[in-house]
């Protein structure tokens, strides 16, 4: 279906909708129904995420957080994938959720959280080293589009687009973001297991066209083979000049026309996506021996990283008059600056969380403090919650990913519980989490089958049972 057309017709879904009344009496009497889909109807089962659903349900005090968890962390292994061997080696489609089609982002996202407990079940493992071999054919069928069909012949409402459009591609958008992903997830893999036979000769021609997308589209000589327009009423779908975007500065930086929401950028430098690309790049350079880079690739990448972290220092800083010196969210090179931030991740707010290393910068913690304001234009607080959104629903509606970002690159006590209570009170009676909702009435949302929120919310408290158990009770 297409995602516009969706949010429209969901925006406005109950809760009464989805469970009837008895169900919704059940959740103020605190007897939570079963929403989880059957055992016989999931797509995959794991033993160990069952185990630890079990592990978590029997010590946690809060036992609608419990409920919570069992129906949002196994997500995307209920409804979402389709496991299956192609020529001798796994390969695992994931769909986004309500939209049948796989989005390097949203795929990669969807199953990371399950990476620690690969050791505990083979099976698990194999699935994930499918999803790592289906983004392949993903990046070598073309390195610029966002998401994919698993049927071939299967024809894209985007068909029109004015881009390269080849069979099998559901859209083009250009998203810097999407060739991150699929080597974070990777990278990840290979820490959690020392399995390298996932490095095929396959994925080695991946990450040389993911460089040398990344290398195409800093623009430094000409404009790059990509460009996407489209027929449409929404200005967040189209890109302007003839689809190549506004023009920018020669700086360094890796151009990108759409952001991780699939929403149109309106300055080509995406900062939180430049320093995810420059985070890919570590990752590649660590990787080096598996990908067999030669010493001019792997000179050429390293060259590539010192050239984005260069220009980020140089030009994505602004000066803020109350927070004082921010990241901005987009930028020209020219002195233009678009200051706010996306629920979407990469975003500002979500930097620690891609990279460890920027949580203690100065500049972060007063960016963390501006985007969480209501000087962020698209940073929403209403009677049922406070948190940010994004021009992709529009205003006033906070995005779930939003808070729990925000309590995954917390240290504190008092704001994680916050974010929590936020979360925990607004699945308006559903038992998961949802794309948006509206900021004074949480039954007034958007997607309810959006697999990454449910997954995501899972490993937030995960990682607070481990590190935090005391805010779960």
């Known amino acids: 279906m297409n995602r516009k057309l969706f949010i429209q017709q969901s925006s406005l879904a109950t809760a009464g909708m989805l469970l009837g009344n008895s169900a919704l009496a059940k959740i103020t009497g605190k007897a939570f129904p079963v929403v989880r889909t059957a055992e016989h109807l999931r797509k995959f089962n794991s033993s160990a995420v069952e185990n630890l659903i079990a592990t978590i349900q029997k010590n946690i005090g809060n036992k609608e957080i419990a409920w919570l968890f069992e129906n949002c962390f196994p997500n995307t292994l209920d409804t979402t994938v389709e496991f299956e061997t192609i020529d001798g080696k796994p390969d695992t489609f994931v769909i986004t959720g309500d939209i049948d089609a796989m989005w390097l982002r949203d795929s990669s996202a969807q199953v990371w959280p399950y990476l620690p407990l690969m050791k505990e079940d083979t099976q698990l493992k194999e699935l994930i080293k499918g999803v790592i071999n289906r983004q392949v054919k993903c990046i070598l069928k073309d390195p610029y589009a966002n998401a994919f069909y698993k049927d071939e012949n299967k024809i894209s409402e985007w068909k029109d687009d004015k881009t390269t459009m080849k069979p ?40 040389r066209l993911i460089v040398q997308t990344f290398k195409e589209q800093q623009r430094l ?68 021996t598996f990908c067999a880079f030669t010493a001019a690739e792997l000179e050429a ?3 590539l990283s010192l050239t984005i972290q260069n220009a980020l220092q140089v030009n994505a800083v602004t000066h803020h008059t109350t927070y004082g010196n921010i990241y901005a969210y987009e930028i020209n090179g020219f002195g233009s600056y678009n200051v706010m931030d996306d629920a979407n991740v990469p975003s500002l707010l979500a930097l620690p969380y891609l990279n460890q290393s ?25 009677k049922a919650a406070e948190g940010i959104g994004g021009p992709h629903v529009g205003v006033n509606y906070i995005w779930p990913m939003s808070i729990i970002m925000r309590a995954l690159t917390s240290n504190d006590d008092k704001e994680i519980k916050m974010c929590l209570d936020m979360l925990v ?35 937030l408290i995960w990682k607070l049972y481990r590190e935090r158990k005391h805010l779960l009770n």
């Not at 290979?190 to 036979?197: A, E, L, M």
């Not at 920027?358 to 209403?382: D, Q, W």
């Not at 949480?442 to 490993?459: Q, S, Y």
Request: aromatic letters at 18%.
């Open 425 to 459: 009170k607004n699945h308006a009676g559903t038992g998961f989490m949802h794309e948006s909702f509206y900021k004074d009435d949480a039954t007034k949302f958007t997607r309810k089958w959006f697999a990454w929120a449910n997954t995501l919310f899972g490993e």
């Open 168 to 207: 099998g591609i559901h859209e083009r958008k250009w998203e810097i973001d999407s060739l991150c992903y699929p080597v974070r997830l990777a990278y990840g893999y290979w820490k959690q297991t020392g399995d390298t036979t996932v490095f095929d000769e396959q994925w080695k021609k991946a990450v």
């Open 358 to 382: 920027y949580i203690n910068t100065a500049v972060y913690a007063n960016t963390r403090k501006y985007v969480l304001s209501a000087g962020n234009p698209f940073f929403f607080k209403g």
């Open 301 to 303: 990448i390293n060259q």
């Open 221 to 288: 000589e000409n404009d790059g083979p990509y460009h996407f327009e489209r027929t449409t009423s929404w200005a967040t779908d189209g890109v302007p000049m003839g689809g190549y975007g506004y023009p920018a500065k020669k700086i360094g930086l890796i151009h990108s026309m759409f952001r991780p929401s699939d929403d149109a950028t309106v300055f080509p430098f995406n900062v939180p996506a430049n320093f995810f690309a420059l985070t890919t790049l570590q990752h590649l350079a660590e990787m080096k």
